[in-house]
Structures are given as C-alpha cells and as structure tokens.
C-alpha cells in the first residue's frame, strides 16, 4: 500500500471538512431525506484529483444516490473551491464513490449471528 505524505493527508482532510459543510448546508438539495456522510478522502500525490467516499443514511438505491451525486460533482466542486481557494492553487477534481464498509460490517454481523445461532457438533475424535 502506498503511503500518503502529510501534505495529502492534511489536504484531504481539508477537503473532507469543507464538503462535509457544504452537504450539511445543501445534501438536502441534492438527495430529499437523505443524510450524505463523507467517511473517507483520499488524494492523488499531485493534489489533482480526491476521490470522496460517501454513505447514505435514509436512502436504499445507493447506486441512484450516487449519481445523483455525481450529476451535481462540478457545483459542489465549485462551492468546494468558494471555500478552499484561499489555501490551494488548484481545486481537485472530485470523484465521488460509495463507501461500503457499514454493509458490509452488517452483513459479517448477520452471518456471525447465523453462526453462532446454529447446534454445535461434538467433536468427533
């Protein structure tokens, strides 16, 4: 895995901070009952491109919400630069991903549940 420097990791977070208010300011606009949470950013070494993973709370097409997100990728990139031109040179393109991670927890719980909820066989040795 590669390592990202500081200078990625501190834009990133940047980033992360900066979308997170602006889609608790206008995620109703784009997804009605929907609640977007950016879970991760992730930039390219250049500082040209994030790559923003999202979760959907009160949405089950995740794949609908996503491009919905995604038709809306350069206004937020624009108000994302509103707020961040002050501290880059470039604002990055953002592409925009579903972060899976909760589901698939949820779904290594209900299969350990199902695990644990069947008979034990003795052991036969």
């Known amino acids: 895995m590669i390592m990202e420097s500081k200078r990625q990791q501190k834009f990133a977070g940047v980033i992360q ?9 206008e995620g109703m606009n784009y997804l009605p009952n929907t609640l ?3 879970t991760k950013v992730r930039v390219t070494p250049d500082l ?5 993973f999202l979760s959907f709370f009160g949405n089950t097409n995740l794949q609908l919400a996503l491009q919905t997100i995604k038709l809306h990728a350069s206004e937020i990139r624009y108000k994302l ?5 002050d501290q ?3 604002i990055p393109q953002l592409e925009f991903f579903v972060d899976d991670t909760s589901e698939y927890v949820e779904r290594m719980d ?6 644990s909820k069947e008979e034990r066989q003795p052991d036969t040795e």
């Open 17 to 25: 901070e900066d979308l997170a208010a602006i889609f608790q300011r």
């Open 36 to 38: 977007v949470t950016i």
């Open 48 to 52: 040209a491109i994030a790559r923003i």
């Open 81 to 85: 630069g509103a707020r961040i031109k």
């Open 88 to 90: 880059v040179r470039i």
């Open 110 to 115: 209900k299969i350990f549940d199902k695990i």
